[in-house]
């Protein structure tokens, strides 16, 4: 039974192999040109690969660079705030973020009184053409609240 198998086997594989010889040429030249697009197709599949991680890439940095910018624009404009203060030392300034335009910084500021405690949080906006307005806190609304109220809607500032 074993030999038999063997000898199936042998012929079954000698049988392809003259098949194979006996293959017509257009035959061979389909499988041919088929194995070539298929050469294509995976060639083609990593260029696309490589572009895509490419443009990933690019994306990554300019977010990157995007996130650096609006960092120091953060920075500048809220040192801006800061120096409008009558003690900049004394400041603490809070949850404060860029606005969406990137036109403003937004946020909290807290001052130190004369005990060294700090008051109560004011909203304050810095806006980019050197503009800053700090809410005064107090009931009867002044000068600097209308001020903060009408940067706060052309900058469209919003509590997070």
Not at 13 to 28: D, F, N, S, Y
Not at 78 to 104: H, I, S, W
Not at 142 to 151: E, F, G, H, S, W
């Amino acid at each position: 039974m074993e030999s038999s198998r063997w000898v199936f086997v042998v012929s079954t594989a000698a049988l392809a192999l003259t098949l194979a010889a006996c293959e017509p040429q257009e035959v061979k030249e389909a499988r041919h040109r088929k194995a070539a697009a298929e050469g294509r197709a995976e060639a083609e599949r990593e260029l696309a690969q490589q572009d895509e991680a490419v443009r990933r890439s690019v994306a990554e940095k300019r977010e990157r660079d995007l996130a650096d910018a609006d960092a120091e624009m953060t920075k500048r404009l809220v040192a801006q705030a800061r120096a409008t203060l009558p003690d900049p030392a004394a400041a603490r300034f809070d949850r404060y973020f860029l606005n969406v335009e990137r036109t403003a910084v937004c946020g909290l500021v807290s001052v130190r009184d004369s005990l060294g405690r700090y008051g109560d949080a004011a909203f304050f906006i810095s806006a980019v053409d050197g503009e800053v307005a700090i809410a005064s806190n107090t009931d009867p609304l002044t000068d600097a609240d209308v001020r903060l109220i009408r940067m706060g809607t052309q900058h469209a500032c919003q509590m997070k």
